[in-house]
């Protein structure tokens, strides 16, 4: 059964150093998106993309966070300067489209800043 | 605006055991309802969905979930549980922008 995949499993990083986080989505799926969960909270979306732009985002998703489909099978989510409040685990999730269809998850990225 | 709000963070139970693991949410216009398992250090995989018709919908590894207008709920019930059903829990709501709004999550830990 395809899969959405995720690299690394884990990261860490120093406050203020660039991170990229990297998911591989289901190669016949047409939106992505990224979600985070600080420990202990709720997962929370931070931005879809489809067609090669950003469709949606929320107010977590300042000018530190980029997204990027740099070939045709990743999807990056890179943070410019990371800060301790990034500390947190990254959802990279795909789908066919809709908000019908069911959102395939990745394993996730843990993402410390220190 | 939408919500989902998860009471229980946290349902022990014994094995064999029936269980249900509570969502309310709060929606302006319609909504598709979503139930989401975390196994450790896995992914989140969907267990069942309402999009619309029948009420109680019924999911894999015997997890099911009705749908409550009235009462804006969508609790997950499984008649008896397994070991292997300990696991993180999320309810989640898509108004119809295909961004998912979740819960806090359940932890629920089934003991011998």
């Known amino acids: 059964e395809p899969e959405v995949t995720q690299t690394p499993s884990h990261q860490v990083t120093q406050m203020g150093q660039e991170v990229i986080l990297r998911c591989v989505p289901i190669?016949?799926?047409?939106?992505f998106y990224w979600y985070r969960q600080i420990l202990g909270q709720k997962v929370e979306f931070l931005v879809s993309f489809y067609n090669n732009e950003i469709s949606e985002k929320s107010e977590i998703f300042d000018d530190q966070f980029s997204v990027e489909r740099p070939d045709g099978s990743n999807f990056t989510l890179k943070i410019r300067s990371t800060k301790l409040e990034d500390s947190a685990m990254y959802f990279c999730?795909?789908?066919?489209?809709?908000?019908?269809?069911?959102?395939?998850f990745g394993p996730g990225t843990r993402l410390l800043v220190l | 605006a939408q919500s989902v709000t998860q009471l229980d963070s946290q349902v022990p139970v014994f094995e064999e055991a029936p269980v249900e693991l509570r969502c309310n949410y709060s929606s302006s216009v319609s909504v598709y309802l979503f139930w989401y398992v975390q196994y450790p250090n896995q992914g989140l995989q969907l267990l069942l969905k309402y999009l619309s018709g029948s009420t109680l919908v019924k999911g894999i590894n015997g997890f099911e979930a009705e749908f409550n207008k009235s009462q804006t709920s969508f609790h997950l019930r499984k008649p008896s549980v397994h070991i292997s059903d300990t696991a993180e829990y999320f309810c989640a709501v898509n108004s119809g922008y295909s961004t998912l709004t979740f819960g806090k999550g359940t932890m629920l830990l089934v003991s011998p």
């Open positions: 190669s016949n799926h047409l939106y």
């Open positions: 999730a795909s789908t066919l489209g809709g908000a019908q269809e069911t959102q395939y």
